[in-house]
């Protein structure tokens, strides 16, 4: 190893290493939660990073000595290039003579026996650890493509260190469209215009008609059209009649024109577009809470500052929830600028993400409205970031890096020294803490606009209008939903639950089906006749027996979901068209058009989950029903109450947007909550006062910090020993709280043993360091991953 490397950084085996040895070997980063088999080393971290000084002091590990002559010579010519693979350190490499490699150069290097991409890093403490370049592997190629801005390496490591993730995780999530590094793909496109073949047949009398003297087309494109093979395509180019030209491999993005289809915006939004305006003249950092009720306008207002920052030349990204991201709101777009903007979300495909990310490298792209992974994106100028629904809880991305794309969003405008504007019409309790603190500024707009008023919103006490066993609807609710069907209007059916029945079990030996990888029930989906974990994706047929008593037809299904729902609906309002919205029915594309559909008001009814709550807006509807207003009041989550304030908020949100003005209806056991007391009052302040008091006596977020450690691993003992041995090294600290080792909610998931340990802090402490000093010197059995969530959403 030795005769062809310089340095062994981590080792598990403890054995000397004999110069010359040829042996596979074992890397396992004591940072990482798992151990990282390369069976070559191909090259070597040279820094000294806090790997190093990790390494147990028995561990027989010698730098070679290196030649002093050859250091100066050499040390231009080596590079460390950061890989996209989960590392702790950069490795290094030789430049080739001829070449130049600057940090933020994309890279394709050799690594084993493969090759990867990777991006030149800063070096940092030139002049340390130089290393002979001959003795490196050299990089095999450097990507014509503009370098990744230096803002860009730095957002890498602060989320990286902030997430406790390695730098090379995070960095993947930059490079995921290797094809748009290399020479974009030159197409050949066909023109009229040469002279007319010798021998003329009907296809290719075809062809002449339908091909243009000016503008060259794709030989597929001409074929189709004219309804023949490419072959006579080809015949004829080879005849010299059709002329080849070279085609742009990407249609170029429109510049957008600020001053396009702006609204006149009333009195309120003018001041708040206004002080939306003002940041971005500032050019510097600053973050705006746009506040305002569903429907007062905040998009208007905002793309008042897309304008701005347009008009300035510089790139504007837009993040919204991927399920927000509907054609609708792109047109607002289109209206607006006169161009669409770059699309960034799960549903753009390859070729299409491939120009975004030129577009967006090249500056071309001005605006890019995308999901939460837009936020890697390779902007060449970026001058302000949207968050919109700034409080949706599908910012936090969970696997993988655990990162809040709105609060890197702010990270990223800081490093960047621009503004951020986060719009809600329920700001998270973490933004509205910003906000009286000081921190965020606070631009507001109280009133819907035009004559569309705020919804009625009144609590139905279901322990006094109780429906029949078996059914959801309360007679008050049924007769709502009537009389909204008879003026015409739309309804809106909230219940935050997929499937037809949460739980299945047999009526005559209480048998429950739950799944045997996760500690959950089986939900029953009845249009697809499957009983299925929403955990792990198990599923079964429906049985006609059961399989614990062999009994016929004593199955029952238990409590309602969207499916079960939407069949008591069929049976009382059969006559009108429904639509039942809910994730595991309908994605990406399909999911987009149905929510056209339904703003073009194709459906009467419609029963939806957590979906529906989400920014759209449906003119025609007027009724909103919530089915189960306490459901998720109590399930043990900090934001509990802060959510179903949240979401019973927007779903009431979506009545009444139009002409007409709307009602909600809430079902609640429970009418004295203080949630539904202040929904129905429309008294959001009260809401945030009671729930900011509550998360300050307890220290809960944003008031403390918490991070979540979660242990999994198949086998449950050594899981087990695993977190003791964890709990028993833990520092002692008067600043800080540990809790656990315990079972996790979710106790099993996918044959995984889960344990979690949830550690608190105050505000003003450096938690990952905490979780450094404690985690990095235990080494921890490679069956057994160690997960580390730093701002948890999710306790299950
Ligand atoms: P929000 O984002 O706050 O829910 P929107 O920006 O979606 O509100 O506005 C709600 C509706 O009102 C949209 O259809 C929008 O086009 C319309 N609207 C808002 N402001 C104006 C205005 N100044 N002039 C005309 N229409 C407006
Ligand atoms: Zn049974
Ligand atoms: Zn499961």
Same mark, same amino acid.
């Given at each position: 190893?030795?005769?062809?490397?310089?340095?062994?950084?981590?080792?598990?085996?403890?054995?000397?290493?004999?110069?010359?040895?040829?042996?596979?070997?074992?890397?396992?980063?004591?940072?990482?939660?798992?151990?990282?088999?390369?069976?070559?080393?191909?090259?070597?971290?040279?820094?000294?990073?806090?790997?190093?000084?990790?390494?147990?002091?028995?561990?027989?590990?010698?730098?070679?000595?290196?030649?002093?002559?050859?250091?100066?010579?050499?040390?231009?010519?080596?590079?460390?290039?950061?890989?996209?693979?989960?590392?702790?350190?950069?490795?290094?490499?030789?430049?080739?003579?001829?070449?130049?490699?600057?940090?933020?150069?994309?890279?394709?290097?050799?690594?084993?026996?493969?090759?990867?991409?990777?991006?030149?890093?800063?070096?940092? *403490?030139?002049?340390?650890?130089?290393?002979?370049?001959?003795? %490196?592997?050299?990089?095999?190629?450097?990507?014509?493509?503009?370098?990744?801005?230096?803002?860009?390496?730095?957002?890498?490591?602060?989320?990286?260190?902030?997430?406790?993730?390695?730098?090379?995780?995070?960095?993947?999530?930059?490079?995921?469209?290797?094809?748009?590094?290399?020479?974009?793909?030159?197409?050949?496109?066909?023109?009229?215009?040469?002279?007319?073949? =010798?021998?003329?047949?009907?296809?290719?009398?075809?062809?002449?008609?339908?091909?243009?003297?000016?503008?060259?087309?794709?030989?597929?494109?001409?074929?189709?059209?004219?309804?023949?093979?490419?072959?006579?395509?080809?015949?004829?180019?080879?005849?010299?009649?059709?002329?080849?030209?070279?085609?742009?491999?990407?249609?170029?993005?429109?510049?957008?024109?600020?001053?396009?289809?702006?609204?006149?915006?009333?009195?309120?939004?003018?001041?708040?577009?206004?002080?939306?305006?003002?940041?971005?003249?500032?050019? &510097?950092?600053?973050?705006?809470?746009?506040?305002?009720?569903? #429907?007062?306008?905040?998009?208007?207002?905002?793309?008042?500052?897309?304008?701005?920052?347009?008009?300035?030349?510089?790139?504007?990204?837009?993040?919204?929830?991927?399920?927000?991201?509907? @054609?609708?709101?792109?047109?607002?777009?289109?209206?607006?600028? @006169?161009?669409?903007?770059?699309?960034?979300?799960?549903?753009?495909?390859?070729?299409?993400?491939?120009?975004?990310?030129?577009?967006?490298?090249?500056?071309?792209?001005?605006?890019?409205?995308?999901?939460?992974?837009?936020?890697?994106?390779?902007?060449?100028?970026?001058?302000?970031?949207?968050?919109?629904?700034?409080?949706?809880?599908?910012?936090?991305?969970?696997? #993988?890096?655990?990162?809040?794309?709105?609060?890197?969003?702010?990270?990223?405008?800081?490093?960047?020294?621009?503004? +951020?504007?986060?719009?809600?019409?329920?700001?998270?309790?973490?933004?509205?803490? &910003?906000?009286?603190?000081?921190?965020?500024?606070?631009?507001?707009?109280?009133?819907?606009?035009?004559?569309?008023?705020?919804?009625? +919103?009144?609590?139905?006490?279901?322990?006094?209008?109780?429906?029949?066993?078996?059914?959801?609807?309360?007679?008050?609710?049924?007769?709502?939903?009537?009389?909204?069907?008879?003026?015409?209007? =739309?309804?809106?059916?909230?219940? &935050?639950?997929?499937?037809?029945?949460?739980?299945?079990?047999?009526?005559?030996?209480?048998?429950?089906?739950?799944?045997?990888?996760?500690?959950?029930?089986?939900?029953?989906?009845?249009?697809?006749?499957?009983?299925?974990?929403?955990?792990?994706?198990?599923?079964?047929?429906?049985?006609?027996?059961?399989?614990?008593?062999?009994?016929?037809?004593?199955? +029952?299904?238990?409590?309602?979901?969207?499916?079960?729902?939407?069949?008591?609906?069929?049976?009382?309002? *059969?006559?009108?068209?429904?639509?039942?919205?809910?994730?595991?029915?309908?994605?990406?594309?399909?999911?987009?058009? %149905?929510?056209?559909?339904?703003?073009?008001?194709?459906?009467?009814?419609?029963?939806?989950? !957590?979906?529906?709550?989400?920014?759209?807006?449906?003119?025609? %509807?007027?009724?909103?029903?919530?089915?189960?207003?306490?459901?998720?009041?109590?399930?043990?989550? %900090?934001?509990?109450?802060?959510?179903?304030? /949240?979401?019973?908020? =927007?779903?009431?949100?979506?009545?009444?947007?139009?002409?007409?003005?709307?009602?909600?209806?809430? !079902?609640?056991?429970?009418?004295?909550?203080?949630?539904?007391?202040?929904?129905?009052?429309?008294?959001?302040?009260?809401?945030? /006062?009671?729930?900011?008091?509550?998360?300050?006596? #307890?220290?809960?977020?944003?008031?403390?910090?918490?991070?979540?450690?979660?242990?999994?691993?198949?086998? =449950?003992?050594?899981?087990?020993?695993?977190?003791?041995?964890?709990?028993?090294?833990?520092?002692?600290?008067?600043?800080?709280?540990?809790?656990?080792?315990?079972?996790?909610?979710?106790?099993?998931?996918?044959?995984?043993?889960?344990?979690?340990?949830?550690?608190?802090?105050?505000?003003?402490?450096?938690?990952?360091?905490?979780?450094?000093?404690?985690?990095?010197?235990?080494?921890?059995?490679?069956?057994?991953?160690?997960?580390?969530?730093?701002?948890?959403?999710?306790?299950?």
């Amino acid at each position: 190893i030795y005769e062809k490397f310089h340095a062994i950084i981590l080792i598990s085996e403890h054995r000397r290493l004999v110069p010359g040895a040829r042996r596979r070997v074992t890397i396992t980063p004591l940072r990482f939660q798992q151990s990282l088999r390369i069976s070559t080393l191909s090259c070597v971290p040279q820094r000294r990073n806090r790997a190093t000084c990790l390494l147990p002091p028995a561990t027989p590990v010698t730098l070679p000595s290196m030649s002093s002559d050859s250091q100066g010579a050499f040390s231009k010519r080596v590079v460390e290039v950061m890989l996209p693979l989960a590392l702790p350190v950069c490795y290094s490499y030789s430049v080739p003579a001829g070449c130049t490699a600057a940090p933020g150069d994309y890279v394709r290097v050799p690594l084993g026996p493969r090759e990867v991409i990777g991006v030149v890093w800063d070096s940092e *403490g030139e002049g340390e650890d130089k290393v002979d370049a001959a003795k %490196l592997r050299p990089l095999n190629e450097v990507y014509d493509t503009p370098r990744m801005p230096e803002v860009q390496r730095r957002f890498v490591e602060w989320v990286a260190t902030y997430t406790m993730s390695e730098p090379g995780a995070v960095l993947r999530m930059c490079l995921r469209v290797a094809e748009a590094l290399g020479p974009e793909k030159v197409r050949i496109g066909y023109r009229a215009g040469g002279e007319l073949p =010798q021998r003329m047949t009907p296809q290719r009398q075809r062809v002449l008609e339908e091909a243009d003297e000016h503008f060259a087309r794709p030989a597929l494109d001409l074929a189709h059209a004219a309804g023949v093979s490419t072959g006579v395509i080809k015949g004829l180019a080879d005849a010299g009649t059709l002329i080849a030209e070279k085609l742009p491999a990407f249609a170029r993005y429109p510049v957008p024109d600020p001053s396009a289809g702006g609204f006149k915006l009333n009195k309120a939004q003018e001041v708040a577009a206004k002080a939306l305006r003002a940041a971005v003249a500032e050019r &510097n950092f600053s973050v705006s809470l746009l506040d305002g009720v569903t #429907g007062s306008g905040k998009t208007e207002v905002y793309l008042e500052a897309v304008a701005a920052t347009v008009a300035a030349g510089r790139q504007v990204l837009v993040l919204l929830p991927e399920i927000a991201l509907t @054609s609708e709101f792109l047109k607002r777009f289109e209206r607006r600028f @006169s161009s669409s903007p770059a699309e960034w979300h799960s549903a753009v495909r390859p070729r299409e993400r491939e120009r975004v990310w030129r577009a967006v490298a090249r500056g071309e792209a001005l605006i890019v409205v995308g999901a939460r992974s837009a936020l890697f994106l390779p902007f060449k100028d970026l001058g302000l970031i949207i968050v919109d629904e700034e409080h949706e809880t599908a910012y936090k991305q969970e696997d #993988g890096v655990s990162y809040h794309a709105r609060d890197m969003a702010v990270v990223r405008a800081s490093l960047g020294a621009f503004p +951020v504007v986060l719009a809600s019409a329920t700001p998270s309790l973490e933004s509205m803490f &910003n906000v009286e603190a000081g921190r965020y500024r606070h631009v507001t707009l109280q009133s819907r606009h035009g004559s569309a008023g705020l919804p009625e +919103v009144e609590p139905i006490d279901m322990r006094a209008n109780a429906p029949p066993t078996g059914s959801w609807i309360s007679e008050v609710l049924g007769q709502a939903i009537s009389e909204t069907l008879e003026a015409g209007d =739309q309804v809106l059916l909230f219940l &935050n639950r997929r499937g037809y029945a949460p739980l299945t079990l047999c009526r005559h030996c209480g048998h429950r089906f739950s799944c045997p990888d996760c500690d959950a029930w089986l939900v029953e989906h009845r249009f697809r006749r499957q009983l299925m974990c929403h955990h792990c994706g198990y599923t079964i047929a429906v049985p006609q027996e059961c399989p614990s008593c062999s009994s016929e037809g004593t199955l +029952v299904a238990c409590g309602p979901g969207v499916e079960r729902l939407a069949a008591e609906v069929a049976e009382r309002f *059969g006559d009108h068209s429904m639509v039942i919205l809910s994730s595991d029915l309908s994605r990406g594309e399909t999911l987009r058009e %149905l929510l056209d559909d339904i703003t073009k008001a194709k459906y009467q009814i419609i029963i939806g989950t !957590q979906l529906v709550a989400k920014g759209h807006h449906f003119p025609g %509807l007027t009724l909103v029903g919530v089915v189960d207003g306490d459901l998720s009041l109590g399930n043990g989550d %900090l934001r509990a109450a802060e959510r179903t304030y /949240q979401v019973l908020c =927007q779903v009431a949100g979506r009545a009444g947007r139009g002409d007409k003005p709307g009602r909600a209806l809430i !079902q609640t056991f429970q009418p004295e909550h203080p949630i539904i007391k202040s929904l129905v009052a429309r008294d959001r302040e009260s809401f945030y /006062q009671y729930e900011l008091k509550t998360r300050d006596r #307890g220290g809960l977020p944003p008031y403390g910090r918490f991070a979540a450690l979660i242990l999994a691993g198949v086998d =449950q003992d050594t899981v087990n020993s695993a977190a003791s041995r964890i709990a028993r090294a833990a520092p002692r600290s008067d600043a800080i709280r540990i809790l656990g080792p315990a079972p996790a909610p979710m106790a099993v998931v996918r044959g995984r043993y889960r344990v979690r340990f949830l550690v608190k802090s105050g505000r003003d402490i450096n938690i990952q360091a905490f979780l450094h000093a404690w985690l990095d010197p235990i080494k921890l059995p490679g069956s057994v991953r160690l997960q580390i969530d730093v701002d948890p959403y999710s306790f299950m």
